[in-house]
């Protein structure tokens, strides 16, 4: 179901869901839970995600990607550079899925199935993407695809070191995430943006952010 109003379903619904997915997993079980919790008829429920677990984490994914994007769009206009605005993005974008740490480590074991792969790899994509987007990269070259290419590789890194460990989300540090090149790493959610300057450098350097305008 593609329709906004089926999209804004199952948006209540993954967020219904969260809570007990530390004990449920993503699972119908679950489901008939937050369907419970948010007034809706199970079997309405289920018809929203026929797909399995599988649709469950591409929807969670995609609810905080747009979560995060409401939230960049609501920001006001400043003079960031790109990489800047890349950093702030990705703060935002593990802030969304730090109170769900559990559910994204459930999400990532699902996606870690050889069938779910290529659904991960999407997923990846679509969420670097957003942020790309949002940053006003407008190229149509081939830096298009290795600012993504390099964006997600470090994305993955912090969003693997948040999950697995016990650090706050983005207090990363290179030789932790596995990303050596990023320096230090992001800031905290709550610091100011221009903390982020090792991540940003990092990017400079790679991405040929400078490029962004």
């Given at each position: 179901?593609?329709?906004?109003?089926?999209?804004?379903?199952?948006?209540?619904?993954?967020?219904a869901m969260l809570p007990d997915v530390p004990f449920d997993g993503w699972s119908r079980a679950g489901l008939r839970a937050a369907a419970r919790r948010i007034g809706m008829p199970a079997p309405e429920a289920l018809a929203l995600f026929s797909g399995g677990p599988a649709e469950f984490v591409a929807c969670f994914s995609r609810w905080a990607d747009r979560r995060m994007l409401d939230r960049l769009e609501n920001l006001p206009a400043d003079q960031l550079r790109a990489a800047e605005r890349i950093a702030r993005a990705v703060n935002i974008r593990l802030e969304i899925v730090e109170p769900w740490r559990e559910a994204v480590r459930r999400a990532l074991?699902?996606?870690?199935?050889?069938?779910?792969?290529p659904l991960g790899v999407r997923?990846?994509?679509?969420?670097?993407?957003?942020?790309w987007y949002a940053a006003g990269d407008s190229a149509t070259d081939f830096s298009f695809y290795t600012k993504r290419a390099t964006l997600a590789a470090i994305?993955?890194?912090?969003?693997?070191?948040?999950?697995?460990?016990?650090?706050?989300?983005?207090?990363c540090s290179p030789h932790r995430c596995g990303?050596?090149?990023?320096g230090d790493g992001l800031q905290s959610p709550a610091e100011p943006v221009t903390a982020a300057a090792p991540v940003a450098l990092s990017l400079d350097h790679r991405c040929g952010m400078s490029r962004v305008t």
């Open positions: 179901m593609k329709s906004p109003l089926a999209e804004s379903q199952r948006d209540a619904l993954i967020a074991a699902i996606l870690a199935l050889p069938q779910h792969a997923l990846l994509y679509e969420t670097v993407d957003g942020i994305y993955a890194g912090f969003c693997r070191h948040a999950c697995v460990s016990r650090a706050p989300a983005g207090r990303a050596p090149t990023i």
